[in-house]
């Protein structure tokens, strides 16, 4: 599960790059702040290994392993 | 469940303080997010460190921290906490600083400060540029780059910051992008482990000012060309002058222990006086 905070968030897409898997997709609509925030949208492909938490420079993200 | 929310990384920062000061896609948020990992990593007390910065963007950094911090006068950085751990030789001390602060206003600091091999891991973020004042051409700015005070592009040769300190005897200098996060977080668990002066330079993106006069205006463009341009030390040894035009060399210039400065001044004490130093932690004695 990837949680990610929009206040903390400032847009840069470093995660939807740096992804090695493209979980991440940048969302049409910006929010009040003319930001758009990345989207999870493939979290099916995502294999935790951390690297856009590693790589955010806000520390907005956090991926959860899976609880089934 | 708000907790469960938040960055592996949030228990370190001082949350009030958060969102942080620095422009979008900034590398001094990567650079702190791979301290923390590559502190987990070494296995050193969160409590025992000590951060120590000088005056730029990068120096910010130990303000977003909950540890004990020093923000000091421009380029002295390292003169502090060079005071910092002999006063009390079990801190692990951290010194931010960036390229301004640690090539420019403080060079000589930081090359005594290598030849002396005190105890202290610097994180030296460059960004080429002096991204607080408004894009002035650093000492670190490749030949032909482009910044506020250099409208037709920089003739003069930049330092190579890395082997500069390697030079004046640090005894571990590693060099990474903030494209190479998991490699940089590797070098900081180094640097801390090793005892001695370890210098870690990190090449970072400042879109802002470097990127938006060298055609490289998002984030996302400056860290392809860090990931597409670095090369490894091991391989660059072997390439010609003419092959790396352009080149980040990237990887770790030296890693050899040698005797430690505040280690010596402390059994020189003991040798003298035949007792251990009254002024070592005398702050921190019950009486």
């Known amino acids: 599960m990837i949680k990610l905070d929009p206040n903390l968030c400032k847009g840069c897409s470093i995660c939807t790059e740096f992804c090695p898997k493209n979980v991440y997709e940048n969302s049409k609509t910006p929010d009040k702040r003319g930001i758009r925030i990345p989207v999870p949208k493939n979290q099916d492909k995502c294999t935790q290994c951390n690297l856009c938490a590693l790589m955010c420079p806000d520390q907005a993200i956090k991926v959860d392993e899976e609880d089934e | ?287």
């Open chain 2, 1 to 287: 469940m708000e907790e469960n929310n938040e960055s592996p990384f949030m228990k370190y920062l001082r949350k009030d303080r958060l969102p942080n000061i620095f422009c979008a896609g900034c590398g001094n948020g990567i650079v702190l997010n791979t301290f923390f990992n590559g502190m987990e990593m070494a296995e050193v007390d969160f409590d025992s460190i000590a951060m120590a910065s000088g005056i730029g963007c990068s120096s910010r950094i130990p303000g977003y921290v909950k540890c004990d911090s020093l923000h000091t006068t421009h380029g002295r950085p390292i003169s502090f906490a060079t005071g910092l751990k002999l006063g009390n030789p079990d801190l692990n001390v951290v010194v931010f600083t960036g390229d301004g602060d640690a090539a420019a206003i403080g060079g000589n600091h930081l090359i005594h400060g290598a030849r002396r091999n005190i105890d202290m891991t610097v994180i030296c973020i460059n960004n080429s540029i002096y991204g607080m004042t408004g894009g002035q051409i650093s000492p670190t700015s490749p030949q032909g780059s482009y910044g506020s005070t250099a409208p037709y592009g920089v003739f003069e040769r930049p330092f190579d910051l890395a082997e500069l300190v390697t030079a004046a005897g640090a005894t571990y200098v590693a060099r990474w992008t903030t494209a190479h996060a998991l490699q940089l977080t590797n070098a900081i668990k180094k640097g801390l482990n090793n005892k001695g002066f370890s210098f870690i330079e990190v090449i970072s993106q400042c879109p802002t000012y470097f990127g938006r006069k060298n055609k490289l205006r998002t984030p996302i463009d400056m860290m392809r060309w860090m990931k597409d341009s670095g090369v490894n030390k091991l391989k660059a040894d072997q390439m010609s002058a003419e092959e790396l035009e352009g080149k980040i060399v990237v990887g770790e210039f030296a890693n050899e222990p040698q005797p430690e400065f505040s280690n010596e001044l402390y059994n020189l004490i003991e040798e003298k006086y035949g007792q251990k130093s009254q002024a070592a932690k005398s702050a921190y004695r019950e009486d």
